[in-house]
Antibody, heavy 114, light 111 residues
Framework: EVQLVQSGAEVKKPGESLKISCKGSGYSFTSYWIGWVRQMPGKGLEWMGIIYPGDSDTRYSPSFQGQVTISADKSISTAYLQWSSLKASDTAMYYC???????WGQGTLVTVSS | NFMLTQPHSVSESPGKTVTISCTGSSGSIASNYVQWYQQRPGSAPTTVIYEDNQRPSGVPDRFSGSIDSSSNSASLTISGLKTEDEADYYCQSYDSSNRGVFGGGTKLTVL
């Protein structure tokens, strides 16, 4: 079974760093793009960026360029999304997805509050 | 900036057919693939159509996708509507730099 399993919910303070993960299984992890998507409370989906684990080619949406870092470790079939300094406005659900055909991860809820 | 515009909401009765549109703001929507995602309340999205008209394994053939170059639009058609199809639907494509873009989402009510 092809699946993506994301790391658990996080509660952080403004200014803290964070790295969340997305582990793929059941398929060749290096052969498909992995995308990251943000969904703020009650809002629609926002494209953050995408990585090809085979060669680490990474592309960011202009809104997220410089705000987050997307990476992947193909040796453990895991993609990452990280922040160096969180803001309250980063509070959201974050999804990874094998692109373009799926599946999607279950989501990681990130809460940033003082 | 490239944008995708969807109707805010649509509604239809069980057993009927509904079509959700997704219109590109510039360029040719046919130049890049379009995907469609379903998101039920409280759940992660799932892919129902990729690369314009391909269905992932497990998605019923009641779901179909198409492109209309004349209107610069993509469409998702769901036939034989079921109450379980009630969800938010998002289209997604790419801008001229191959960066992903989502439409604003369409709430489908099956009543």
């Amino acid at each position: 079974e092809v699946q993506l399993v994301q790391s658990g919910a996080e509660v952080k303070k403004p200014g803290e760093s964070l790295k969340i993960s997305c582990k793929g299984s059941g398929y060749s992890f290096t052969s498909y793009w992995i995308g990251w998507v943000r969904q703020m409370p009650g809002k629609g989906l926002e494209w953050m960026g995408i990585i090809y684990p085979g060669d680490s080619d990474t592309r960011y949406s202009p809104s997220f360029q410089g705000q987050v870092t997307i990476s992947a470790d193909k040796s453990i079939s895991t993609a990452y999304l990280q922040w160096s300094s969180l803001k309250a406005s980063d509070t959201a659900m974050y999804y990874c997805a094998r692109h373009p055909l799926g599946p999607w991860g279950q989501g990681t809820l990130v809460t940033v509050s003082s | 900036n490239f944008m995708l515009t969807q109707p805010h909401s649509v509604s239809e009765s069980p057993g009927k057919t509904v079509t959700i549109s997704c219109t590109g703001s510039s360029g040719s929507i046919a130049s890049n693939y379009v995907q469609w995602y379903q998101q039920r309340p409280g759940s992660a999205p799932t892919t129902v159509i990729y690369e314009d008209n391909q269905r992932p394994s497990g998605v019923p053939d009641r779901f179909s996708g198409s492109i209309d170059s004349s209107s610069n639009s993509a469409s998702l058609t769901i036939s034989g509507l079921k109450t379980e199809d009630e969800a938010d639907y998002y289209c997604q494509s790419y801008d001229s730099s191959n960066r992903g873009v989502f439409g604003g989402g369409t709430k489908l009510t099956v009543l």
